[in-house]
């Protein structure tokens, strides 16, 4: 139409058009913010209370010495406080994705034909606000009825903090990560192919969440009372059927799109590279105490001690001490689980990077998340709880 050099447009590739419209259309049509808003607002614990929430292997700790000791009463109790677990970090998650929406949002916009791909994005941090929504409602009113207090669930957050809540950091790892955070953001609102790219990253984190979250969402699907069904089972399912959109867009973005725009610079590989890389570090750990969350276990000691010294468990705090010591520092059918988790998890990432073709050896491999194991965990636990055995006990006499 004008006499300028010809650029690439998203127009031309229909294909890829046509992808991302059906995504779109299908998610907005079957949109479930109203209806999680709806069973938020309706969520009272006494409803509930007395419920599995999720299959009953995604109960916290499941497969060790507490489970198996653990009455009727409290094993629902540890198959609600994986809920609440869960949905914290997935909290937090889903407020760095809103923010890293938007920047790569403006990335993009500076394309030609891209308002498509920014509506859909908008549609999904808008539904990121109902989940989040929905996730705190639920675990602020379960933690204040049983404990008083927060154990998972914190105050609201800027993006710019350590993503995993429970992670293998110290003032000095925060920091950098908070600089890094920033500094992705305004890299990504200025950079086609690092806006484009934040979605692999997106990706493999959405990966990772639909590998258990179908699971959860199981719980609702095969209810044979649907509509008394409790409250935050049907909140998993919906968020699950909300997450299958983004997944997918996740998936268009960073391996059609990543096609339709300019190959990357060396120094756009590099800091693609290093998201990932930062990935799998992130997702380096697995969890006895939650499957499929891969929280540091050391930084959950303090917030399991309280657990178990409070009255629901009601333990005298050399009981709690040795219960953890069973629960995290040996062989456990649990822990295999959440093993076998974290291998599911590296195999599909695998997958996921094949079509990454600027990815690097270690990155396609998954060679940092991939080198963990049962041996190395245990080795870990325990170094680690030896060491915090004393701090736990001096914590209780606070
Ligand atoms: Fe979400
Ligand atoms: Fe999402």
Redesign the pocket.
């Known amino acids: 139409m004008f006499d300028e050099p010809h650029t690439n447009t998203l127009l031309e590739n229909s294909l890829v058009c046509r992808k991302l419209q059906l995504n779109y259309q299908r998610n907005r049509k079957q949109d479930c913010t109203e209806r999680l808003d709806a069973a938020a607002a309706k969520f009272r614990y006494e409803d509930c209370k007395d419920e599995y929430w999720n299959p009953i292997e995604f109960s916290l700790l499941y497969g060790t010495l507490l489970w198996e000791q653990a009455s009727e009463t409290q094993r629902i109790l540890l198959n609600q406080l994986y809920w609440v677990a869960y949905y914290s970090q997935?909290i937090s998650?889903?407020i760095a994705?809103i923010f890293f929406n938007q920047t790569s949002a403006a990335g993009l916009y500076g394309q030609e034909d891209f308002r498509l791909v920014c509506d859909m994005l908008d549609l999904e941090s808008s539904?990121?606000r109902a989940?989040?929504n929905a996730f705190k409602t639920i675990s602020e009113q379960v933690e204040a009825h049983l404990f008083g207090k927060r154990i998972f669930t914190y105050a609201m957050r800027t993006p710019f903090t350590q993503t995993m809540i429970y992670a293998n950091t110290n003032a000095l790892k925060t920091a950098w990560k908070k600089l890094q955070l920033h500094g992705f953001g305004l890299l990504s609102a200025d950079n086609t192919f690092l806006a484009c790219q934040y979605f692999t990253v997106r990706g493999l984190r959405t990966l990772n969440?639909k590998l258990v979250q179908h699971k959860l969402s199981s719980y609702y699907q095969n209810h044979s009372d649907k509509e008394n069904a409790p409250v935050p089972s049907k909140i998993s399912y919906y968020?699950f059927m909300?997450?299958s959109f983004?997944f997918n867009s996740s998936t268009i973005l960073s391996h059609d799109i990543l096609n339709c725009i300019a190959p990357p610079t060396h120094f756009e590989r590099f800091i693609a590279n290093l998201g990932i890389k930062g990935c799998q570090k992130d997702h380096y750990h697995f969890s006895v105490a939650i499957n499929g969350i891969f929280w540091y276990d050391p930084a959950l000691y303090s917030t399991i001690y309280r657990i178990l010294r409070s009255r629901v468990f009601g333990m005298e705090p050399s009981e709690a001490i040795e219960m953890m010591e069973a629960c995290f520092t040996q062989e456990t059918e649990g822990l295999h689980r959440s093993y076998q988790t974290h291998r599911e998890a590296v195999e599909s990432y695998k997958v996921y990077l094949e079509p990454v073709g600027y990815g690097w050896k270690e990155n396609k491999e998954m060679a940092v998340m991939g080198s963990n194991s049962i041996r190395q965990y245990l080795t870990l636990q325990q170094r680690k709880f030896s060491a915090a055995r004393r701090t736990l006990l001096q914590s209780s006499q606070d």
Request: proline residues 0%; charged residues 30%; aromatic residues 0%.
């Open positions: 997935i998650a889903e994705t539904q990121e989940h989040i969440g968020h909300d997450e983004h």
